[in-house]
């Protein structure tokens, strides 16, 4: 279970206690129940990470848009109250930006969400130069977007880089060297499921994860 699970379970089963302790056990039901629900909701499930020129589902969640814009290949994710929230890196690299942007809370399935909710940003640059653009948004009922990153921070694919509160969506944008391998309607797990393949492999050398977290300049030295 993530934190913010553990302090939302928390929270109701005090909350439980004191009701109980006011009006009985059977007033204290509801409390209970939703201290589980959180519990429940805020898993955060070991995954298999596969090894090779993958770009990783960032989420779990229903595949709702494979489409090409600006050049490269759009897969938005939806994920319901029901789906782990836990948001994952797709590749392996260096977070070379992380941008925050303001914005309405449609229902995430919805095609104009990409452009109108508000949402963070991922862009992960891997050693060889490959690029792949990610976006945590939110929906109508999830207000809340949890960033554990930064920039300049490494990561591995697969690797946990935030979460996101309830129902809501994921976009990730892979330019023409990959190989889409999904489509509308599949359902994806964050960090084991394979959005792409590369025609090469992506290598990072330990002597750069040891180096984790690095600035951008890293790459021009390397």
Not at 54 to 73: H, N
Not at 109 to 130: I, L
Request: charged share 20%; aromatic share 10%.
């Amino acid at each position: 279970m993530v934190r913010d699970g553990i302090y939302y379970a928390l929270g109701f089963v005090v909350a439980g206690v004191l009701v109980t302790s006011m009006l009985g056990s059977l007033a204290a039901i509801p409390f209970f129940i939703l201290a589980a629900f959180c519990g429940w909701f805020f898993r955060d499930p070991e995954r298999p990470i596969p090894v090779g020129p993958f770009a990783l589902s960032p989420a779990d969640g229903l595949v709702v848009a494979v489409v090409p814009e600006d050049g490269r290949t759009r897969i938005s994710i939806f994920l319901n109250i029901f789906d782990v929230h836990v948001n994952r890196s797709p590749i392996s690299g260096i977070i070379t930006d992380i941008t925050y942007k303001k914005g309405e809370f449609l229902v995430a399935s919805r095609p104009e969400a990409t452009e109108r909710n508000e949402q963070n940003v991922f862009t992960v640059r891997a050693k060889d130069g490959t690029t792949v653009v990610f976006s945590q948004i939110t929906g109508l009922i999830a207000r809340r977007i949890v960033c554990y990153k930064k920039q300049g921070d490494f990561v591995q694919a697969g690797d946990r880089v935030g979460l996101i509160k309830f129902g809501s969506r994921v976009d990730v944008y892979l330019g023409p060297e990959w190989h889409i391998q999904v489509k509308p309607g599949m359902r994806v797990s964050g960090g084991s499921s394979v959005l792409a393949q590369r025609a090469g492999e992506v290598i990072l050398t330990d002597a750069l994860a040891a180096a984790a977290p690095l600035k951008e300049a890293a790459w021009q030295t390397s």
